[in-house]
């Protein structure tokens, strides 16, 4: 299987890499729209910020490839936000794959909810393939202080000062809020999924 | 609901995980990744990795070492220890860590917090401090390793940093630092309510009810302990089932 993870200018690339590695996957990080257009399966990771990373895509038509893909696709992280229709984060207009707009979480004042959400969180009303073998409300890691509210797309469900989409499917664009290259064995079984039955 | 993290610190010098008391009697204890691995299976979750190597010749291994972590582990990890520079954190970052921490360059420049957050995001720039409450009553910032005194407090300084952009903060007490009598409730308190970002709390854990104090009445989101857990007094998955016992949200 010729799987491609995109890099951009995001971090935690490599990161995936290795995950796949773990699960004897072999993946190649590229950025040749050629590369990414033939791939059996591909990776679209990352952390950081959306408007840099969203003009950095669009300045290389990156986007349009990513929109036009018809193979699965997995966003992570950053890269499900990117995928969503409108961040908030430096009010950033995204791929518009999804419906859904990423908000900012509020702090929650006198030693409530902080934001960033850093750490284990619970994934619950699981849907789709994706989820295959992963029990109702199995931990998974997060890092993010940006949310995609729920919608008709979320395949998964978390709850962080409100409950928000921990995950979005619409036809064959899948994205994890969550990271599954860093959620030891539940992210592995997800990763195993997305290669294996969707 | 998110689950409070029992974190262990790993110290590393020359490549090697390296164990000893208040920095006496060190000796090796072997290949971190090996021991990386094995306390992510026992259910850490996440890991630190502190390079004490002294010399910057001999830290050019530590990017080869991180690059071998990152591909060994499948849980987070941030590697700290005598990081001064965007280029340093960038080479660290490209090889695989999660977050890095800062700490004493920092504290001299704090312009560094705010270049790390702007190229790299506050959600993986720590900023560790370690503090000592003194005879006034006050908790004052220690630089290099607890041999440097300031006149600056350890409340201020965090407020600062994070107004920076540090995006969580790891704060360690010296005053009970290798004790095993607890860890320093109050000052972990005092942030945990003054600021908006995760702490993680170091220094003290003795039992596994020092963790469910400073998880609770400390407001800690996380906790930290190095040699409970290398010399095996207490293993973390004893410490996080009393904590489920306790009601305290862990991931089991």
Known sequence: MNIVIIKYNAGNIQSVQYALERIGASAIVTDDPEAIASADKVIFPGVGEASTAMEYLRARQLDRLISGLQQPVLGICLGMQLMCAYSEENNTSCMGIFDETVRLFQPQPGGGEKVPQIGWNTIFNLKTKLFDAVTENSFCYFVHGYYASLGEHTIATTDYVLPYSSALHKQNFYGTQFHPEKSAGVGEQILKNFLEKI | ?252
């Open chain 2, 1 to 252: 609901m998110l689950a409070k993290r029992i974190i262990p610190c790993l110290d590393i010098r020359d490549g090697r995980t390296v164990k000893g008391v208040n920095f006496e009697n060190i000796r090796d204890a072997g290949d971190p990744v090996e021991l990386g691995v094995l306390y992510a299976q026992q259910g850490a979750d996440e890991l630190v990795f502190l390079d004490i190597t002294a010399t910057n010749e001999k830290r050019k291994t530590l990017s080869n070492l991180v690059n071998r972590i990152a591909h060994g582990i499948n849980i987070p990890f941030t590697v700290g220890g005598g990081i001064s520079s965007v280029e340093d954190v960038k080479i660290l970052l490209e090889n695989g860590a999660d977050k890095i921490s800062v700490n004493t360059a920092a504290f001299k420049n704090p312009e560094l917090i705010r270049l790390l957050a702007r190229e790299f995001g506050s959600q993986c720039v720590v900023l560790a401090i370690d503090t000592r409450q003194e005879a006034d009553g006050q908790w004052y910032v220690y630089l290099n390793g607890g041999r440097v005194k300031t006149e600056t407090l350890c409340v201020d300084w965090a407020r600062q940093a994070v107004d920076l952009g540090a995006g969580e903060l790891l704060l360690t007490s010296m005053n009970h630092d290798g004790t095993k009598q607890g860890f320093a409730l109050d000052i972990t308190h005092a942030l945990a309510t003054a600021l908006p970002v995760p702490i993680i709390a170091s220094g003290g854990g003795g039992t596994v009810s020092h963790f469910a104090d400073v998880l609770t009445a400390g407001g800690a989101d996380a906790a930290l302990a190095a040699s409970i857990f290398h010399f095996k007094e207490i293993t973390i998955a004893e410490v996080k089932n009393y904590l489920h016992q306790q009601a305290i949200p862990v991931r089991l």
